[in-house]
């Protein structure tokens, strides 16, 4: 009896609930929406960046922020894996584009195409592993 307790705390299911199922799906959608505008409103802000390079480089930057921002699409979308998948990639890149141009107007910015590769990278990498994981788990409703 204590072996089940601990191989399925409660945390474990609210956080199943929150990220996984259909219940919290379009909560999930409009919050990578709103992260992603947090982005470019942060990274709009003179020595923002700068500050922040101090503790990560921009390339772990556009890896997690892109890679979370896929996994939310990917778990707030709707269809089948595949779709998911070339949906969440496809707005990454739209998504990625949009933050290195809007970049690009200010002088203490500068847009980068390697950037945005990045991001784009990050997105194919966490969709392929969530279609992986989704086509093998499939998340079931919340009970």
Known sequence: MLSFAFSNPPQTAVLNQLLLTPS????RYWSAIVLYLMILVIGSIPNARKDIGEVASGLVLHSCAYAGLTFLLFTGGRGGVAARAVKAVLTIALMGALDE???????????????????????????????????????RPAV
Do not use: T
């Not at 919290?24 to 909560?27: C, D, E, Q, S, T």
């Not at 690009?104 to 194919?124: I, K, T």
């Open 24 to 27: 919290h799906a379009r909560l």
């Open 101 to 139: 141009y809007v970049q690009s107007f200010f002088p203490y910015r500068h847009g980068a195409v390697s950037d945005w590769l990045v991001d784009c990278a990050a997105a194919v990498v966490m969709a392929a592993a969530m279609a992986l994981l989704w086509s093998r788990h499939p998340a």
